[in-house]
């Protein structure tokens, strides 16, 4: 049984801390959703498949502990706007607690089954993906060894096991076709130095680390053969928000005619958001940039549609450019 990132484990949640890694791997259990709520906004867990999991989790925590449904679903939600899974995972759960009565035992049970469902469900999902994003660039490479760039980090640790973008980094792996990733470091909490190199490292995968703004100057050299990168909330017409930087990977991938690929489940895709314009984006402390000066710091962009050469969910893969998701 692959280990998960995030699970329930006997009336609390477990998860890896990825604020410690890759130093520590620390696993945290947390019984009530504040301490939930305190880990998604720290980013102990992160990544918006996890994310999902975090939020009905939460909710069945809640059920659980006979904490008031409707408060502790709005707490969860509110954690962090811009990855539709986190607020997906909390109306799921919350709608099974409610039909089965919305306290007490039935609740708390509903709850949890609707809550491990999502934690299955990206699961099989990431796997999915993995094959099918991997089959997708040997269509459009040919079977050879691969130079791939990718962005933040979006491995198990981020979709609860196997992964997204990383899932078809490790499924090309594994038919020897990468000749190396680069991982951008992610700014400003380095996801992709921190925890992309752990996972790779784990892997055994060839790669390095660069900095951000070297991504857009490697694919201008002809050093990068395609980017894939995940999701947090992908609109109707195929705009996508990712992690702050992913856009200008767009922007230099479009310029050299780079497949530029997005990776995520269909449960990042958000029919109910119909562009980019209307994605929340979030605004962290600005002292995670500088505790000294001014500085802002949005944590994710939005990649236009036009940008995009294929969006590969679990399910089917569109070209953003042909036609709407939705
Ligand atoms: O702020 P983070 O680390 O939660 O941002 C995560 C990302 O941007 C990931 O690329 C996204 O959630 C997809 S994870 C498969």
Redesign the pocket.
């Known amino acids: 049984m692959p280990v998960r990132s995030i699970d329930w484990d006997d009336g609390a949640v477990r998860l890896i801390d990825q604020t410690a890694l890759p130093e520590r791997a620390v696993w945290l259990r947390l019984s009530t959703v504040d301490d939930l709520v305190s880990a998604i906004v720290r980013?102990a867990v992160?990544?918006?498949?996890s994310l999902g999991a975090a939020g009905a989790l939460g909710v069945a925590l809640a059920a659980h502990t006979g904490e008031e449904l409707a408060a502790a679903a709005a707490k969860l939600r509110a954690a962090r706007p811009t990855?539709v899974n986190l607020a997906r995972g909390v109306d799921r759960a919350l709608r099974r607690a409610i039909d089965a009565g919305a306290t007490g035992p039935d609740a708390a049970g509903a709850a949890l089954a609707e809550a491990r469902a999502v934690i299955e469900e990206e699961a099989v999902s990431s796997r999915t993906i993995g094959t099918r994003g991997a089959d997708l660039l040997v269509g459009a490479l040919g079977e050879r060894p691969m130079r791939l760039l990718t962005h933040?980090?979006?491995g198990w640790l981020?979709?609860v096991e196997w992964?997204?973008?990383l899932g078809i980094v490790a499924t090309l792996h594994g038919r020897g076709l990468v000749e190396r990733v680069y991982a951008g470091e992610t700014r400003p909490l380095l996801?992709g130095a921190r925890l992309t190199a752990y996972e790779l490292s784990a892997l055994g995968a060839p790669y390095r680390i660069v900095v951000d703004s070297a991504g857009p100057s490697l694919l201008s050299r002809g050093l990068v053969d395609a980017v894939l990168?995940?999701?947090?909330r992908i609109a109707a017409n195929g705009d996508v928000a990712?992690?702050i930087g992913t856009y200008p990977l767009a922007l230099a991938a479009a310029r050299v005619g780079a497949p530029f690929v997005v990776a995520?489940p269909e449960s990042t895709v958000d029919a109910a958001t119909a562009t980019g314009a209307d994605i929340p984006i979030e605004e962290r402390d600005p002292r995670e940039v500088s505790v000294t000066f001014p500085a802002e710091n949005p944590?994710?962009d939005v990649t236009p549609h036009d940008l995009v050469t294929a969006i590969v969910t679990d399910v089917r893969t569109v070209d953003p450019r042909r036609e709407a998701l939705w």
């Open positions: 980013l992160r990544g918006a498949p990855a933040c980090n979006t981020a979709c992964g997204t973008a996801q990168v995940g999701a947090d990712n992690k995520a944590a994710f």
